[in-house]
């Protein structure tokens, strides 16, 4: 007997190849990026580890010291003690920064007049090394809560605001004149057009300002202060506790990385007509 293949079945065939195919080009792309992720970190703990294995300084431990560190300091009630409330710190003072400055932002960027006024003082401002207002703060506020949040705001508002700034100022004409003819005011014209097209700057501006963040959280920790990263950093530095201290600083760049991913995939979720505006006008 003689098999009979109908087109249907070899229609069948061809998809099951295709699928075949898509997943096998998914899978090396899947594998290909992760190299190229981990490729970097991977070759730079090989040199760390080929540096610190003489053991020549005390103060450089190996990458197997600092694991075992992290692993006992970390995975243990000292994260609930120290790294929760910095985190919660963090994560309030952002939050603030960027209430105050998307607001502060728009209202400049809409009125020149008080963009002129207030120039010069953001400019002086601005000026200021946060680090600078910690030992101002302790006299004015005390040492609390509320001081730690105040540097990390001091510090973090200002890429938002003026991200903010620019980026309402960039709203196009044709656009405004559009809104204009179809009588799209208020409320309505402010989350329609202006913070959608301000988005992207304002975007850019909350991922600076999260990087600052983290670092005046860990400054604001390192003043008079009884928990926190920063504290349990400069704790384990006085105690010359050396595998603990950078144990602590490991800690700080995986939350670093943990927020930039968690940031990034927010700004595509926001900025998705925005890329998808960009790839057309790239197509066309």
Known sequence: MTSVSTPGGARTENGATSRTRRTARLVRGAG??????????????LLWWGYTATGSSYYMPTPGVIAGAFAETWLSDQFFVHALPSIGRLLAGFALAAVAGVIAGVALGLSPRARATAEPVLE????????????????LIGVNLQMKLAVIVAGSVWPILLNTIEGVRAVDPVLVDTCRCYRIRGWRWLTTLVLRSASPQMM???????????????????FASSSGLG????????????????SGILLLGLLGFALSVVFGRVERSVLHWYEGARAASRGT
């Open 204 to 222: 850019a501006g909350l991922r600076q300002a999260l990087s600052i963040a983290i670092i005046l959280m860990v400054i604001s920790e390192m």
């Open 231 to 246: 504290f349990r950093i400069v704790l384990a530095q006085r105690q010359f506790a050396i595998p603990e201290m950078w």
């Open 124 to 139: 002086f401002c601005r000026a200021i090394p946060p680090p600078v207002l910690v030992p101002l703060l302790m006299l």
């Open 32 to 45: 290909a990026q992760a190299v190229r992720i981990l490729l970097l970190p991977v070759l730079l703990v």
